[in-house]
């Protein structure tokens, strides 16, 4: 739950009065302009960024999915994701589930650097499915996806919601969300 956020970055009001109240399946789509602060509200939310105002309480594990893509760039796919999913406490097949989810097993032994911007697209969005996390913060998710792909992060995000997961996604993008809530920033 977020109650009447408020973000300041470089002494710059980006936002206030977000409120947002999301149970289990629900999803919110946060639009707006460049520098609006879209990506400031998912690290406000993820507590990686401290909002100037106002109030958060969540419940559940929550995975970020963002353009850094936190993988190590010297490690093979697979290796690179289990170390994610160890520190996550996920069981240690969950990284296969996740990467046939994003159709990227053929890649388990390439190393990351080597991976295209969508297969890297993809990789995190591997790293999030095998987090098991309750809420899923999702900036930016199609950027880079080419069709095919944005149809496997649709049903991903799908089971998620089946499964009870919450989803926030920033995104200038259309995604497969159906029934969701949308929060505009940055207009005036």
Same mark, same amino acid.
Request: with cysteine; aromatic share 2%; hydrophobic share 45%.
């Given at each position: 739950?977020?109650?009447?956020?408020?973000?300041?970055?470089?002494?710059?009001?980006?936002?206030?009065? #977000?409120?947002?109240?999301?149970?289990?399946?629900?999803?919110?789509?946060?639009?707006?302009?460049?520098?609006?602060?879209?990506?400031?509200?998912?690290?406000?939310?993820?507590?990686?960024?401290? /909002?100037?105002?106002?109030?958060? *309480?969540?419940?559940?594990?929550?995975?970020?999915?963002?353009? /850094?893509?936190?993988?190590?760039?010297?490690?093979?796919? *697979?290796?690179?994701?289990?170390?994610?999913?160890?520190?996550?406490?996920?069981?240690?097949?969950?990284?296969?589930?996740?990467?046939?989810?994003?159709?990227?097993?053929?890649?388990?032994?390439?190393?990351?650097?080597?991976?295209?911007?969508?297969?890297?697209?993809?990789?995190?969005?591997?790293?999030?499915?095998?987090?098991?996390?309750? #809420?899923?913060?999702?900036?930016?998710?199609?950027?880079?996806?080419?069709?095919?792909?944005?149809?496997?992060?649709?049903?991903?995000?799908?089971?998620?919601?089946?499964?009870?997961?919450?989803?926030?996604?920033?995104?200038?993008?259309?995604?497969?969300?159906?029934?969701?809530?949308?929060?505009?920033?940055? *207009?005036?």
């Amino acid at each position: 739950m977020l109650e009447n956020i408020a973000c300041v970055r470089g002494g710059r009001l980006l936002f206030k009065g #977000i409120d947002m109240a999301l149970g289990p399946g629900d999803a919110v789509l946060v639009r707006g302009p460049n520098g609006a602060g879209k990506s400031s509200l998912l690290r406000i939310i993820a507590r990686l960024l401290a /909002p100037y105002s106002g109030r958060i *309480e969540s419940a559940g594990r929550i995975a970020l999915c963002d353009e /850094p893509h936190a993988l190590d760039p010297r490690l093979p796919l *697979e290796t690179a994701l289990g170390f994610w999913a160890a520190i996550d406490g996920s069981e240690s097949d969950i990284v296969g589930e996740a990467v046939g989810a994003m159709r990227i097993g053929h890649l388990a032994t390439v190393p990351v650097r080597m991976l295209s911007t969508g297969q890297k697209k993809r990789a995190t969005l591997a790293r999030v499915i095998a987090a098991r996390a309750d #809420i899923w913060l999702l900036d930016e998710p199609g950027n880079g996806l080419d069709k095919e792909s944005l149809t496997l992060l649709d049903a991903a995000m799908a089971v998620h919601r089946i499964r009870g997961g919450i989803i926030v996604a920033a995104s200038h993008q259309p995604l497969g969300l159906s029934d969701v809530k949308i929060i505009m920033i940055g *207009e005036s």
